[in-house]
């Protein structure tokens, strides 16, 4: 039986960044970015910096865009709401003058009948 040791340079030949540090560990962090998350994944990848930025810019600048969407459809509905209090606002004003018309002429006919 003869034993024989690992080929580092075939384990490595896989890896993209077979020439730097990360070694094995890029492949475990690929896995774990997928319960970690993008920023986590990029900021401990092999990665370069430039495509790293760019990926972040991009998640950052969608994000962005979503709250400012977000946003708009809080202004309008607020906008909507308040068209609404005001609207209520005169009906109830308009139910109190119209109350205190009946009111008075209710007193009216009162006075006559006594």
């Given at each position: ?30 896995f ?77 006919i ?5």
């Amino acid at each position: 039986m003869r034993l024989t040791t690992a080929n580092t340079s075939a384990i490595d030949s896989g890896n993209p960044s077979s020439s730097d540090q990360y070694g094995a560990a890029y492949a475990i962090g690929a896995f774990i970015s997928n319960a970690n998350g993008l920023s986590t994944f990029l900021q401990n990848s092999a990665i370069t910096p430039n495509l790293s930025g760019v990926l972040l810019t991009q998640v950052i600048d969608s994000n962005n865009q979503q709250i400012t969407s977000l946003e708009q459809q809080v202004d309008v509905i607020t906008q909507e709401a308040n068209q609404q209090a005001d609207q209520l606002r005169a009906q109830f004003s308009e139910s109190e003058s119209q109350i205190a018309e009946l009111q008075a002429l209710q007193e009216q006919i009162a006075a006559i009948g006594h």
